[in-house]
């Protein structure tokens, strides 16, 4: 008798596809495993302590320096002095520029949403401490509706430890930083 062995399908490259395969997987987590070990003891350091300005100390150096031009309700004066009421230099999420200007003033032009003012602002005299400016720009930065964070005191240290400066700057230096 003849018995006619019916059709297999070859085992052969399924079986062997995978240990393969499994090994390559094995060898993939292991890899994967041993990066992570390596990555994972980054130490971050811990944010250094942050002093938020404090507004009502800030409103009182405002009534002693910057009302004179300014003015008590923050409107300034047309064609003379900017208004900080509702104007987005002074609300800007980044102080660093209205930090640099009462630290050490501003000149030139410089466009007020939409009003151009090309004049100077004399850096106060005597200076203002860390503190200080802290203080009246996160009064200023919540005051006749404007709404942004505080000043931290640290933030004007550090641009303070940047350097002094015999002229004030110009709005196209800050615009640069
Ligand atoms: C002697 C007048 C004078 C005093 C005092 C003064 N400023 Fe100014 N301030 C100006 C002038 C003028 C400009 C526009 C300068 C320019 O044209 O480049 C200005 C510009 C500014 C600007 C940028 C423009 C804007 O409208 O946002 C800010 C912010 C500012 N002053 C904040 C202050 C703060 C805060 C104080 C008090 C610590 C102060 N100023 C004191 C006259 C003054």
Redesign the pocket.
Known sequence: MFFRTPPRLSPGPTLSFVPIALLAVLFASGCAHSSDTEAAPAKVAPAAAATPGDAVAGEA??LR??I???QYNGL?LPG?????AG?S??TAPDPGK?IR??LHG?????D?DGTT??????P?APA?SDQEAAD??SY?RNEWGNEAAPVTVEAVTAIRAQGTRATPWT?AELEKL
Do not use: R
């Open positions: 150096v405002y320096i910057c004179v031009c300014h300034g003379a002095f900017p208004p900080l104007v230099i002074v209205i200007i009462v501003l000149q030139g032009p410089v007020v003012f090309n004049s100077i602002m004399p106060p203002l009246v720009l200023v709005w």
